[in-house]
Nanobody
Framework: EVQLVESGGGLVQAGGSLRLSCATS????????MGWFRQAPGKEREGVSC????????YYGDSVKGRFTISRDAAKNTVYLQMNALKPEDTGVYYC?????????????????????WGQGTQVTVSS
């Protein structure tokens, strides 16, 4: 059974940092690209970042470039999202997701329909 479990969310002041983790199981981690999404109340889900399966290619949404860093640890089957210089507009529920076993493209990683499994989400709240 494929499982994705996020952790690391919380309440932080603007300018602070958080590191989210997504522990995975039930599939061969090295074979899949992984992504992070977020959803704020009343807003559409937004693609935050994605990392390829083996070559370490990374992609970021424009709103987080230069502040967030995605990484993965094959030994732990875990993907991370380091979030620095947080802003109130970063508030939302953050989800990790597994990209379907298809070619990762810079033009489409941010579309939720490209992903087949999702975690339950972790809340991030940034106060001003």
């Amino acid at each position: 059974e494929v499982q994705l479990v996020e952790s690391g969310g919380g309440l932080v002041q603007a300018g602070g940092s958080l590191r989210l983790s997504c522990a995975t199981s039930g599939f061969t981690f090295d074979d899949y690209a992984m992504g992070w999404f977020r959803q704020a109340p009343g807003k559409e889900r937004e693609g935050v970042s994605c990392i390829s399966s083996k070559m370490g290619l990374t992609y970021y949404g424009d709103s987080v470039k230069g502040r967030f860093t995605i990484s993965r640890d094959a030994a732990k089957n875990t993907v991370y999202l380091q979030m620095n210089a947080l802003k109130p507009e970063d508030t939302g529920v953050y989800y990790c997701a597994r990209l379907k076993k298809e070619i990762l493209l810079a033009s489409s990683w941010m579309f939720g329909g490209r992903y087949d499994y999702w975690g339950q989400g972790t809340q991030v709240t940034v106060s001003s």
